[in-house]
Every structure is written in structure tokens, then in C-alpha cells.
């Protein structure tokens, strides 16, 4: 501890110019390009060099492209109609339209917001109704975000956190129990079994942070063993009468949390935006300050930036790695309590679904920045909001939304493969940069 | 035992010494006091051969209790032997396996002693154990393929799960299990080149860009099962399956004939690629120029070997490798592909590999230890034994961790691993 506080009065002013170097959207560790005012010229710039945001944006277009691609080609009837390409050109090509406009404006309508649902709203419909989808694409980005901040925090910490779905069974865990075995008046047990969620992810978090920083362990294979590890313990709690499972149960399955720890819902016919959501923007307000205005952010930065001079600077590495993998895991703790409290379905061995590891691609497309989570999480909370009711209307598996948010990450990984497509001019700069890459050593 | 060990021998640490003779030791007292105090009264039984088999070997009773009291015994001796001398290398990894073999054992009689089901299958344990091994092993082959030259390769489950995928269509499609395997092992080397193409040319973080790969491997799978494969499973999913072989003469051997030489052709393929992997990297000239990629690019390019190259080779190569491993999940044994059919052994063959400190023998030892599990949660959930069989198939995980946090002693990858190689 004696060496932290030495290292503070030097860290302070550093602390701050990292902040603005890093506020400025490109994320790029050299410093981007200067950000200008969003001038014509600057506009066009931006496009033509391939900024950050259109890097983005058309890597969302080439994902989108592939998935039509995937959509057409194992559709029956676009198929049959290009056998006869020869005979019935216009056929082929208006039956492959209408294959990929059905599914997208499906998708689109299932997410953003419905056209018909505003004519209605003009003929005495109901007007909360336009917001619907938009409610839908708030309530499944919610986890993501929270997990995605997780993974964000050990990524600027330069650790990989493949273990958000272990710890978000550690949260889950706890939150479950305490909602279900603990007797509190309404607001209050709400916030313990929150608070309870943030320990139980946080517990498993710390695990690997202090055997990594005790052992030198690496973390992947920490957290990958730990996933398995949590995955096996949630069926056994589930399945053993006097631990978990529900009464009078033979299926693996808790029992229903009380009323009382609930989250609330703020307006609209459900699935409403519910407070889950709330508690993900302020998780990415907290994170947001934690890593660019406190010590311990700039600390995090460091040791992601080099652990070697992080140490010569007299910070605590160790120390670092603990923490840091201490609020990752509390923050996929946080993930868990808005799906234990915020549904009324109880906690199953299945209840994890795959938000560990969207977390990681969200994270990766946020570019490890807490507001760049969350506009990543909402734009896969969209896409898998869209795509149930693109499968719904369409018959179109919803998997291809899962490919298309894959591509996306991989595409924008590889600004040069952007480039090269769309011949955009090179940069001075390296442009966004990812994460970089360490090895298992790192 | 490789030529990258470091010359000057290390002292040891006296705190892992005395932290491995401990943990001989506790293991000991878990023998002792767990399952020989909880024995059921009777002899545990080991039937040595398969139920009609011939020739017959008699099953082996023992008493329960007093089995695990012995080995319980043997193990706090190798403890103390650890903590009194300071063991060679071979030692110590002796003592490893003595202790890990009594503990097992005892586990064993504990769980069959006083029971009414029947003997434990030994034969039928150890099959078991080595046919759940197959995509691990392949799978860690794979991984140690890509590193040995400097990229890590996290999608190993994306490429056995590709081949699983193209394996069991292509095998359904053409009527021919060979061109499933071939199928398979060719798209397992597909996801491989697309690892290599964003990790070496592009030069995306190879971890991010196993991990994307795995996901885009898992939705596109589910997306065309779902779409094309599930509703026209006769033409795309039909189920076809290697016939067992069984090895003339050896496979006739009591005991050892069933286990080693009577399955299909895979299980030879693995035997096959162990010993070929074995060799060319650490005995061949080609081995020694992938290892100085891994090791020190710089130094690999001033003396001319060609290090992308190199590298491509070698990641593409792994993937097809680790295609055969996808594509004996479904043509191998099951037949039939299912969603999300390699649940996560690419994940475990990881493990496994850096278990096995990236060596090919190291890789199938640890990759065996998972596979035994396996397999011994399924004969202990046969004899009823009232543990739940998730905290058995927990125990694997648990002693990953142990070993990477260092009771075997600190695991090095090759130098250059997951660096990215740009010419000066």
C-alpha cells in the first residue's frame, strides 16, 4: 500500500491528459487524428480515410450483405426460382429480393420500430405501442451491456475475460437465493440481492484475479475452467432438494424469486424497459468514471498499457489484476440480476445462455470503452430482438443475427480489410486500433 | 526434454516442493479418511473384460476399505519422499502419477464396494476414457500446431465444430464416410486459413479473432442445421459411421486388445498424428524451423526460413487437424450432427495443450485425464453412486487450475506466441 500512495501524487496529472487523449472517439492508443468540427470537408474525410464510426458502419453493411447472402442461398424457393435463371431471370432476382427484404424489414421492424404501428397509432391505436420494439431492443441489450462492461474493464486492464458466464452464475447464484430465501420489505430487498449479485460475480472474479497475480496463471485458461466449473455447480445446486432446487421439483430449477426483489418496470405494455436497464447505463456511467477520471482507472490503463512500466512506476500489478478482475466479475454479477429479478421465469441450468460471451464481442466492438458498450450492446440488443421476430415471421433462423454481430466485430478488428474493400486511403494514423495483442505471456 | 528448456537449471522453489508434497499428502489423507472410512462393507470388483467376451478374465474382488487405506498410505509416503529429497525430473513426474493413480483408485473402490449393481467395468472405463479422448487430443494437436509457430489458436472449438458440421453432410450426401472425414478435415483448415489471413496479414489479436471465429462457427452451424439440415435430414443428415476395426492379433490380447486396438479408424488416425507430431517437431528439420518461428522470428528470418509462411502452414494445417477431430463427432461416433455438438472440447483441448506445457505427449496425457472423467462420471452414474456426477465432472477443471497455478511447475509457451510477426 505504501507504494500506491507514493505513486499518486505523480499518477493525478497523468491521469487527466490520458482521459482527453482517450475521449476523443478514435481510441487509438498513438492518439488519432485530431477530431475536427464536423465540417463538409471533415465529413468527407472521415469517409474517405475510414474513421472509426465508418469503419463501423460499413462493416455493419458487409455483415449485413453476407447474412443476405446466407439468407438467399438456403432459401427453397429462391433456389428453385435461380434453377430456372436461364428461362425466368426477372424470377430469380425478384424472388431473392423478396427473400432478403422480408427477413431484414422484419428484423428492422422487430427492433427499431414498425410503420404500421404509427397508422394505427393515427386511428386510435395505441401510441406506446410504436415503442414496443424499441422496449425489446432495450430489454436484450441490457445483459449485454452489463457483461460487456465486464469484459471491457479487464481488456483496459489488459486481461481477457472469457469468464463472464462463470461469474454470471456466481451473481445469479446469490441473487436467486437471496430472492427466494430471504424475507425484506420491497425496495430494499430488491437492492441486496442487486448488491448480492455484484458479490457473488464479484467472489469469482477475484478468484482468477489473485491466482493470476499470485501464480502467474493465465487468465483464459482460469476463467475457461472456472465457466466449467460454475456451469457444473449451477446444475448441481439446482438438482440437489436441500441446496437450490425447488421444492416438490424434479426438473433442475430454483424456485421463483418473492415479489418483493423484483425489478419494476418503468411504462409500456411488457416486456417494458425495466429498471435492468437503468442499472446498465449507470454500471457504464460508474465505469466510465472509474477508468478515466479515478487513480484506480488510470492504474487499470497503465498496467493495460504496460505492465512493465506500470511496475517501475511504482504501481502494484498484482494489486491491479485483482481488482480489476474483481469488478469484471461484478459487473457480470450486475448482468445477472436483470435476468434472476428482472423476468419472472426462475433461475435454470440454462438461464446463462450465451451473455458471457456476447459480452466479449460487444466489448470488442464497444472498443473496451464504456459508452462504446453500450451503443454496441444496443445495437446487438436490436439485432437479437429483431431477429426473434425476423424468425417469427419469416421462418429465417435466428442464428444469422449471431453471424452478422460475429462479422461485424471481425470486420471491424480489420480496419486494413474495410480499407482494402471500399479502396479507402490509408491513414498516417494505424486507425481504430483493437486491443492488443499480448500472447499468453502478456 | 526439449531443446528450449533452458540450460542452467533453475533452483527449485522450496515452496512448490513442500507445496506438492502437501497436496501428495492431503490427497493421501482423502484416500484414508473419505473413502476408506466411507466404504461400504464387501470387496469392490473389477471385471477385466467386457460382459461375453473371450477369453474371460475372472473379476478381481478387493476389499474396499482396506484397498484405499493401502493406497492412501502409498501416497502420504511419495509425499513425504517429495518433501524429504530433491527428485529428478522423472521423479517428480512419477510421483505425480502415483499419486493421482491411488487416489483414482480408491475413488474406484470406494464407489463400487458393498454394491448391488455390479463390478465396475474396467475395460469398458478405459474404452471410454480413450474414444472421449479423440477430439481433445486432436484438438490440442491442433492448438500446439498454431503455437509451436507463434499463433495462438483459440478457435480449435469453431474448427471441430465446422467439421463436425461438413463431416456428417457431406458423408450423408455422398453416401461415403471417407469423404466426410476428408470433408471435414478440409473446412476445419478453412476456419484454420481464416484464422491465419486476419492474425498474420490483417494482424488482429489472435485471441479476439479465435473467440469471433468460434462464435460465427456456432451460429452459421446452427443457422444452416436449422434451416437446411434438420428439415431435409435424410439427404443432409443421415446418420453414417465408420465401421470398428479391429487389429488382427493385437486385438485379440486380454485387456489391452479391447481398450488400444478395437475401435474405428480415428482412434488410429490420433495414434497416427500423435507419434507424427511428436516426431516432426522436436526430431525433424522441419520441427526445428517451426519451433525458431515460435520461439524467435527475428532470428528464423535472418537465417532464411520463411516465417509467415511458416506460419500460415502450420495454422492451416492445425485446423485441418483439428477438422478431423469435429469430424469424429459425428462420422465417428454418433453419426449425426446436432447443434452445438462439440460443446465446448475445443475449449478443453486448450486446456489441455498448455496443461501439456505444448507438447504433443503432454497435450494427449492431459487430454486423457479429461477424457477418463468423462467416462468415469458415466460408469459412476451406472453404479448409482450417490455423489452428484456434477461435482465429479468438476474435478477435471479443478485440477487444471491446480496445474496451470503451479504444483506442476510453471508452464511456458513458446516466446513469440499470439506476437505478430512484421518485417523490420
Known amino acids: 500500500m505504501t507504494d500506491q500512495h507514493e505513486a499518486e501524487p505523480s499518477a493525478e496529472p ?24 464536423l465540417t463538409g470537408s471533415a465529413i468527407i474525410r472521415a469517409v474517405t480515410e475510414g474513421q472509426t464510426a465508418v469503419i463501423v458502419i460499413l462493416a455493419f453493411f458487409v455483415a449485413l450483405v453476407i447474412g443476405a447472402v446466407l439468407i438467399v442461398a438456403s432459401d427453397p424457393v429462391v433456389l428453385r426460382a435461380w434453377a430456372s435463371f436461364g428461362y425466368a431471370p426477372g424470377t430469380a432476382l425478384s424472388a431473392t429480393w423478396t427473400s432478403v427484404s422480408a427477413a431484414y424489414s422484419a428484423l428492422f421492424e422487430g427492433s427499431i420500430f414498425s410503420p404500421a404501428t404509427i397508422s394505427a397509432a393515427f386511428h386510435g391505436g395505441s401510441i406506446a405501442a410504436i415503442f414496443y420494439p424499441l422496449s425489446l431492443t432495450a430489454f436484450e441489450a441490457t445483459p449485454l451491456i452489463l ?144 477508468l478515466s477520471r479515478s487513480t484506480l482507472g488510470f492504474q487499470f ?65 464497444g472498443r473496451a470503452r464504456p459508452w462504446g458498450v453500450v451503443l454496441a450492446g444496443l445495437l446487438f440488443g436490436a439485432l437479437d430482438a429483431g431477429g426473434t421476430v425476423m424468425e417469427a415471421a419469416t421462418g429465417v433462423p435466428s442464428d444469422v443475427v449471431n453471424v452478422i454481430e460475429a462479422l461485424i466485430v471481425l470486420l471491424v478488428a480489420a480496419p486494413p480489410l474495410i480499407r482494402l474493400l471500399f479502396r479507402l486511403r490509408r491513414t498516417g494514423g494505424t486507425g481504430p486500433q483493437a486491443i492488443a495483442s499480448k500472447g499468453w505471456s502478456g | 526434454m526439449t531443446t528450449l528448456t533452458a540450460p542452467v537449471r533453475v533452483p527449485v522453489s522450496i515452496s512448490r516442493r513442500y507445496l506438492a508434497a502437501g497436496t501428495f499428502i ?65 521423479g517428480k513426474r512419477l510421483s505425480i502419477a502415483v499419486v493421482l493413480l491411488c487416489f483414482l483408485l480408491s475413488l474406484l473402490a470406494w464407489a463400487d464396494a458393498g454394491n448391488s449393481v455390479g463390478p465396475l467395468q474396467v475395460i469398458d472405463l478405459l474404452q471410454g476414457t480413450l474414444t472421449a479422448s479423440i477430439p481433445l487430443v486432436l484438438g490440442a494437436l491442433a492448438g500446439l500446431l498454431g503455437e509451436r509457430a507463434g499463433v495462438i489458436n483459440i478457435a480449435i472449438e469453431g474448427q471441430l465444430l465446422t467439421g463436425a458440421f461438413v463431416a456428417a453432410a457431406v458423408a450423408s450426401v455422398t453416401g461415403g464416410v471417407w469423404l466426410g472425414l476428408i470433408g471435414g478435415s478440409l473446412a ?88 507424427v507430431i511428436q516426431i516432426a517437431l522436436f526430431r525433424t528439420r522441419w520441427g526445428l524451423r517451426v519451433r525458431a518461428v515460435g520461439e524467435h522470428p527475428v532470428a528464423a528470418d535472418t537465417v532464411g526460413i520463411r516465417v509467415l509462411w511458416n506460419r500460415y502452414r502450420n495454422v492451416i494445417l492445425g485446423g485441418m487437424v483439428a477438422g478431423i477431430g469435429g469430424a469424429y463427432l459425428t462420422v465417428g461416433s454418433v453419426g449425426f450432427f446436432t447443434s452445438d455438438i462439440s460443446s465446448g472440447f475445443g475449449y478443453i483441448a486448450l486446456a489441455a495443450m498448455i496443461f501439456g506445457r505444448w507438447t504433443p505427449l503432454g497435450a494427449v496425457a492431459a487430454a486423457l485425464l479429461f477424457g477418463f472423467s468423462f467416462q468415469l462420471q458415466t460408469e459412476l452414474s451406472i453404479l448409482r453412486v450417490p455423489v452428484s456426477s456434477f461435482i465429479l465432472l468438476m474435478a477435471p477443471y479443478i485440477a487444471t487450475i491446480i496445474a496451470v497455478a503451479g504444483l506442476v511447475g510453471r508452464v511456458r509457451p513458446p516466446a513469440a506466441d499470439g506476437k505478430p510477426y512484421v518485417k523490420a
Open chain 1, 14 to 37: 497523468g491521469a487527466a491528459t490520458a482521459a482527453t487523449a482517450t475521449a476523443d472517439g478514435t481510441g487509438a492508443p498513438a492518439g488519432g487524428p485530431p477530431r475536427g468540427r
Open chain 1, 147 to 290: 457483461t460487456g462492461l465486464s469484459v471491457a474493464v479487464a481488456f483496459r486492464a489488459g486481461m481477457f475475460n472469457i469468464g463472464a458466464a462463470g461469474q454470471w452464475i456466481g451473481g445469479a447464484v446469490v441473487a436467486t437465493w437471496l430472492g427466494y430465501a430471504v424475507n425484506l420489505p420491497v425496495v430494499l430487498h430488491a437492492v441486496v440481492c442487486i448488491i448480492g449479485a455484484f458479490v457473488g460475480g464479484a467472489v469469482i472474479g477475484w478468484i482468477v484475479g489473485v491466482v493470476k497475480a499470485r501464480t502467474g496463471a493465465h487468465e483464459v485458461i482460469l476463467t475457461i475452467m472456472l465457466n466449467y466449473i460454475m456451469y457444473n455447480l449451477l446444475s448441481f445446486l439446482l438438482t440437489s432438494q436441500n441446496l437450490m432446487q425447488a421444492p416438490k421439483q424434479t426438473n433442475a430449477v430454483a424456485p421463483g424469486i418473492a415479489s418483493s426483489a423484483m425489478l419494476p418496470h418503468v411504462g409500456g405494455p411488457p416486456p417494458q424497459v425495466g429498471v435492468g436497464f437503468l442499472i446498465a447505463v449507470a454500471a457504464a456511467a460508474a465505469t466510465a468514471w472509474l
Open chain 1, 301 to 365: 490503463r497503465t498496467v493495460g498499457a504496460s505492465p512493465s512500466a506500470a511496475r517501475s512506476a511504482g504501481i502494484s500489478v498484482e494489486r491491479v489484476w485483482i481488482l480489476a478482475f474483481l469488478i469484471a466479475g461484478g459487473l457480470a454479477g450486475l448482468s445477472a440480476t436483470t435476468i434472476v429479478q428482472g423476468q419472472t421465469a426462475p433461475l435454470t441450468t440454462t438461464s446463462y445462455g450465451t451473455y458471457g460471451f456476447d459480452g466479449i464481442t460487444v466489448a470488442l466492438l
Open chain 2, 26 to 90: 492431503l490427497l493421501g489423507l482423502i484416500d484414508i479418511l473419505v473413502f476408506g472410512f466411507f466404504a461400504h462393507r464387501g470387496d469392490a470388483r473389477f471385471a477385466l473384460s467386457l460382459p461375453g467376451a473371450t477369453p474371460r478374465l475372472p473379476v478381481i474382488h478387493v476389499p474396499g476399505a482396506l484397498m484405499s487405506y493401502v493406497l492412501g498410505a502409498i501416497s502420504i509416503g511419495v509425499g513425504i519422499l517429495r518433501a524429504a529429497v530433491d527428485l529428478p525430473r522423472w
Open chain 2, 188 to 275: 476445419g483448415g478453412l476456419v484454420g486459413a481464416v484464422l491465419a489471413i486476419f492474425a498474420i496479414m490483417f494482424l488482429v489479436d489472435q485471441i479476439i479473432v479465435g473467440v469471433v471465429l468460434n462464435v460465427i462457427a456456432l451460429g452459421l452451424t446452427n443457422y444452416l442445421y436449422d434451416r437446411v439440415m434438420a428439415p431435409y435430414a435424410n439427404t443432409f443428415n443421415a446418420g453414417n459411421t465408420f465401421a470398428t476395426i479391429k487389429i488382427p492379433v493385437l486385438g485379440n490380447l486380454p485387456i489391452i486388445g479391447p481398450i488400444f486396438f478395437d475401435a474405428n479408424i480415428f482412434l488410429y488416425i490420433t495414434y497416427a498424428l500423435i507419434l
